[in-house]
C-alpha cells in the first residue's frame, strides 16, 4: 500500500502523487460548486482508476442528488470501493469513509454522521468528513449540531489551507441556523472576501440578512456578486431564490416574478433543489395574490416523475405541494399513500416522514380540499418538528406560513395568533407578520388594532 498525502496532511491510498492532487482537486471543486467537479473526477480516475477515495466520492456525489438514477451511481461506486479495500489494503480513514458512504446508502444518516464524526476526532481536516456531517445534520433540521461539528474541527484550519474561505461560509451557515447571527454575518462576509465567487458563503450570509429581515440590503449584496458566479453549478438558482425573497419582501412582485423566469427556474433546473426553490417561491407569489400562470405545470411533472424516490422527506414535501397546486390531486394522492408505506421502513427518512412528513402532506392534501381547518389540525400539533424534515429556517418559513394561512382562513384565530406572535418576537421587523396580524385583527373586528398592524407593515415596505 502506497500513500500519498493532500494539502490538507491526509494521506490516501494511490498510484501516484498527481493522483491525489486530482483528488484535492476534485474537493476543491466541489467546495466552490463548480461546473468543472465532475470533470474533475474523471480526470483523476484517469489517474488511478483504482484510488479507493475516488471511488467513495464518486458515491458521495451520486447521494447528493437525492435521485433514483443517481443512487445507481453511488451503490455501484461503494461496490467498487469495498472490492478495491478487500483486495489490498486500505486506511483507517479510508475505511470509515467507505463505512460511512454503506451507512449512508442503507438509509441511516445517523451511522453515517457517526463514522465521519469518527475521522475526524483524528483527522480535523477532512473536507468531505467536514461536509458531510453537516449536510446529513441540515437534513436532520439539526442546527446546533451543525454548528458544533464546525467548532470541533475549527482549530486546525487557518488561512494557509486550501479551501479555508469555503470551511468559514459552511461554519457561517452553521452558526446562522443556529440564530448566532452576528458571528454568522462576520464569518460570512469574510468567506466571500476571501472568495467573491464562494457562492456558499454568500448563501450563509444572505440567509442572515433574510432572518433579520434586512431585505433591500440582502438583495443589493446578492446582486453585486452575481458576476462571479459563472462557474457554479445549480446552486447558483438557490442563491437566485433568495434574491428573489428579498424581492418578494420589499413588494416587488414584478420583479420577483420576473427573476423567477430569469434567474431561479432555467432549462437547466432538474433536481430537488431547483424544483424545491421553484415550489416555495411560486406559492409565496400566489400567496400574495398574484397569478404565476402555467409555471406550476413543470414543477408537476418533474415531481410525478419521482414521487416513489422518498430520499428526503423535504423534498417529499415540495413534490406533493407542486403536484396539488398543478391540480394533479389523484397523482397527490397516490404520493401520500407511497410515502405511507415508506414510513414503515428502518431508515432515517423514513422515520421523519412517519413523525413529520406525512402530516405536511396531510395538511397540503387538506388545503386543496377546502379544509383549512383540518391542515391546521394535521399541522399545529407537529409545528415544534416541523424541523426533522431539514432545510433552512427560510425554507422551513413556507410551512409556517402554510399554518398561519390555513388557520387565518379556517378562523382558527386561537392558533393564528400564537403563531405570529411567535414569529413577530423572533422576526419583529417581518413585513409579512406584519400583515398578517392585521388581517388576523381585522377578522376580530378590531379595527384600530388592525389599521396599526398594517401601518407597520406598509412603513416596512415603504423602507
Not at 470533470?39 to 466520492?57: E, N, Q, R, Y
Not at 472568495?195 to 444572505?206: I, M, S
Not at 419521482?306 to 428526503?312: D, P, Q
Request: proline share 2%; charged share 25%.
Amino acid at each position: 500500500m502506497t500513500t500519498y498525502t493532500d494539502g490538507w496532511g491526509n494521506d490516501w491510498t494511490a498510484a501516484s502523487a498527481d493522483a491525489v492532487a486530482g483528488l484535492q482537486k476534485t474537493i476543491l471543486n466541489y467546495l466552490g460548486m463548480s461546473v468543472e467537479t465532475g470533470d474533475s473526477l474523471k480526470d483523476t480516475f484517469g489517474l488511478d482508476p483504482a484510488m479507493p477515495m475516488a471511488h467513495v466520492l464518486k458515491g458521495y456525489f451520486g447521494k447528493f442528488f437525492a435521485a433514483d438514477k443517481m443512487e445507481a451511481m453511488a451503490v455501484a461506486a461503494l461496490a467498487d470501493a469495498e472490492r478495491i479495500a478487500e483486495e489490498g489494503s486500505v486506511t483507517p480513514q479510508e475505511a470509515r469513509h467507505i463505512d460511512a458512504l454503506s451507512a449512508w446508502i442503507r438509509g441511516d444518516m445517523e451511522a453515517a454522521i457517526a463514522a465521519w464524526e469518527g475521522i475526524l476526532l483524528n483527522h480535523p481536516l477532512d473536507v468531505m468528513a467536514t461536509k458531510l456531517v453537516q449536510y446529513c445534520q441540515f437534513y436532520l433540521g439539526d442546527g446546533p449540531a451543525m454548528r458544533n461539528s464546525l467548532a470541533r474541527v475549527m482549530f486546525a484550519w487557518n488561512e494557509d489551507l486550501p479551501g479555508f474561505g469555503f470551511i468559514l461560509g459552511s461554519y457561517a451557515f452553521a452558526l446562522e441556523e443556529s440564530g448566532v447571527y452576528d458571528k454568522a454575518e462576520v464569518i460570512g462576509r469574510r468567506s466571500v472576501e476571501i472568495n467573491p465567487a464562494d457562492a456558499w458563503g454568500a448563501h450563509a450570509t444572505a440567509h442572515v440578512l433574510e432572518m433579520q429581515c434586512r431585505s433591500a440590503e440582502g438583495e443589493a449584496f446578492l446582486a453585486g456578486l452575481e458576476p462571479h458566479w459563472g462557474k457554479i453549478h445549480n446552486f447558483k438558482h438557490h442563491a437566485q431564490w433568495h434574491r428573489a425573497l428579498f424581492m418578494l419582501d420589499l413588494g416587488r412582485y414584478g420583479d420577483c416574478l420576473a427573476h423567477y423566469d430569469a434567474k431561479v427556474w432555467t432549462e437547466i433546473a432538474s433536481d430537488y433543489l431547483d424544483i424545491s426553490n421553484g415550489v416555495a417561491l411560486l406559492w409565496r407569489l400566489q400567496e400574495e395574490g398574484v397569478d404565476v400562470g402555467d409555471r406550476w405545470r413543470v414543477l408537476a411533472d418533474m415531481s410525478a416523475a419521482r414521487t416513489e424516490e422518498h430520499k428526503l422527506a423535504f423534498a417529499d414535501a415540495h413534490f406533493l405541494a407542486a403536484l396539488l397546486n398543478a391540480g394533479d390531486r389523484d397523482k397527490a394522492e397516490a404520493m401520500r399513500k407511497s410515502m405511507e408505506r415508506y414510513s414503515h421502513k428502518h431508515e432515517t427518512q423514513a422515520r421523519i416522514t412517519k413523525e413529520v412528513g406525512l402530516a405536511v402532506a396531510d395538511a397540503f392534501l387538506a388545503i386543496d380540499a377546502g379544509k383549512p381547518g383540518h391542515a391546521v389540525d394535521k399541522l399545529y400539533p407537529v409545528r415544534e418538528r416541523i424541523r426533522l424534515l431539514g432545510g433552512s429556517h427560510a425554507q422551513r418559513d413556507f410551512f409556517d406560513r402554510l399554518l398561519v394561512r390555513a388557520a387565518l382562513s379556517a378562523g382558527r384565530h386561537a392558533e393564528a395568533r400564537h403563531v405570529l406572535s411567535e414569529r413577530l418576537e423572533n422576526r419583529p421587523d417581518s413585513r409579512w407578520n406584519w400583515s398578517r396580524l392585521a388581517n388576523l385583527e381585522a377578522s376580530e373586528s378590531n379595527a384600530a388594532a388592525a389599521a396599526q398592524a398594517q401601518a407597520r407593515a406598509d412603513a416596512l415596505m415603504a423602507a
